[in-house]
């Protein structure tokens, strides 16, 4: 633990406050964006998808049918990738508010410079 005065600890805590509210903010923005991501990508799909089928090529008629699959195959693997993605900002943000705590609740300074997995992964 570091050894630091009570004032230090006092600036240290509002810090530390300071940078969870940022933190819960980011992390609310994700979740938000994140339902919002499934709801459009969810509707988009199944729209595209009925209307082809239905309006333009009726499925009797569909010389190409393997390829709407390859189609809707790739389309669930971007939602995947996505979904992912938001998954993984969210547990850097946990990683992020924890280090957080042991840097600015309890002194540790070694924690402001952990490189994590999550970390890495995002700025790839």
């Known amino acids: ?5 009570e004032e230090e600890r006092q ?3 509002e810090l530390h406050r300071i940078y969870l509210d940022e933190l819960h903010k980011r992390q609310l923005l994700n979740s938000d964006n994140y339902d919002k ?4 990508l969810s509707s988009s799909g199944l729209a595209i998808s009925l209307t082809f089928i239905k309006d333009i090529v009726p499925l009797s ?3 190409f049918l ?3 699959k390859f189609g809707w195959i790739f389309f669930l693997i971007s939602i995947v990738i996505s ?3 938001y998954i993984t900002s969210n547990k850097a943000i946990d990683v992020e508010m924890d280090k957080a705590e042991r840097f600015y609740d309890n002194g540790n300074e ?3 410079f952990e490189k994590t997995t999550f970390l890495l992964l995002i700025s790839i």
């Open 1 to 5: 633990m570091g050894h630091r005065t």
């Open 11 to 13: 600036v240290a805590s």
């Open 37 to 40: 991501a499934i709801l459009t």
């Open 61 to 63: 008629q569909a010389e």
């Open 66 to 68: 393997w390829l709407i």
């Open 83 to 85: 979904l992912l993605a």
């Open 110 to 112: 070694a924690a402001r």
